[in-house]
T-cell receptor, first 116, second 113 residues
Framework: GAGVSQSPSNKVTEKGKDVELRCDPISGHTALYWYRQSLGQGLEFLIYFQGNSAPDKSGLPSDRFSAERTGGSVSTLTIQRTQQEDSAVYLC??????????????FGPGTRLTVL | QQQVKQSPQSLIVQKGGISIINCAYENTAFDYFPWYQQFPGKGPALLIAIRPDVSEKKEGRFTISFNKSAKQFSLHIMDSQPGDSATYFCAANLPTGANNLFFGTGTRLTVIP
């Protein structure tokens, strides 16, 4: 079975441009997460989608960042007017959510974003 | 506020040695403590996990030690190998709420031959 896939694997853009990063979660997984990992740093939570519920956007660092999830499956993370400090690896994860239980997150390989 | 504190930030171990990574938490509501392993260019993947009702869990060369009273847990890698070189994240899970998995800041392990 296919795991979580992300595209593109690498993205180089110029400062001020908009970028879109795509995540295809594991089929049947209702929860989807976006994280940011700067060089040598930990996992910074960005946004969380659960089914048809309103997303938890509490980790988005600025209003330049937004994400959507269409049809409860594919998700797109958009960064507008990119800045050099946005350079990082953007990781997507999905999980099959069960209430009051540990729900293992399965991660994609990430998109490495470089803003020149 | 960092819910899970992890140390050290980086670790260098000789082949055959023991690698030890430590994590601490404050929220006693956490009910599951997984460790994730991340190789360069890959996403993190679940390595081993423990529930707070046991003090130790062993899978091959990997062992989690859990001290509930101290609110600490650690990952021990016995007979460390160069192939174990990766970044390791501890995490803690809440049984309720939406986004309920909190990660440590990660430890970059290098095992030298």
């Amino acid at each position: 079975g296919a795991g979580v896939s992300q595209s593109p694997s690498n993205k180089v853009t110029e400062k001020g441009k908009d970028v879109e990063l795509r995540c295809d979660p594991i089929s049947g997984h209702t929860a989807l997460y976006w994280y940011r990992q700067s060089l040598g740093q930990g996992l910074e939570f960005l946004i969380y989608f659960q089914g048809n519920s309103a997303p938890d956007k509490s980790g988005l660092p600025s209003d330049r960042f937004s994400a959507e999830r269409t049809g409860g499956s594919v998700s797109t993370l958009t960064i507008q007017r990119t800045q050099q400090e946005d350079s990082a690896v953007y990781l997507c994860a999905s999980s099959f959510t069960r209430r009051a239980a540990y729900n293992e997150q399965f991660f994609g390989p990430g998109t490495r974003l470089t803003v020149l | 506020q960092q819910q899970v504190k992890q140390s050290p930030q980086s670790l260098i171990v000789q082949k055959g040695g023991i690698s030890i990574i430590n994590c601490a938490y404050e929220n006693t509501a956490f009910d599951y403590f997984p460790w994730y392993q991340q190789f360069p260019g890959k996403g993190p993947a679940l390595l081993i996990a423990i529930r707070p009702d046991v003090s130790e869990k062993k899978e091959g060369r990997f062992t989690i030690s859990f001290n509930k009273s101290a609110k600490q847990f650690s990952l021990h890698i016995m007979d460390s190998q160069p192939g174990d070189s990766a970044t390791y994240f501890c995490a803690a899970n809440l049984p309720t709420g939406a986004n309920n998995l909190f990660f440590g800041t990660g430890t970059r392990l290098t095992v030298i031959p």
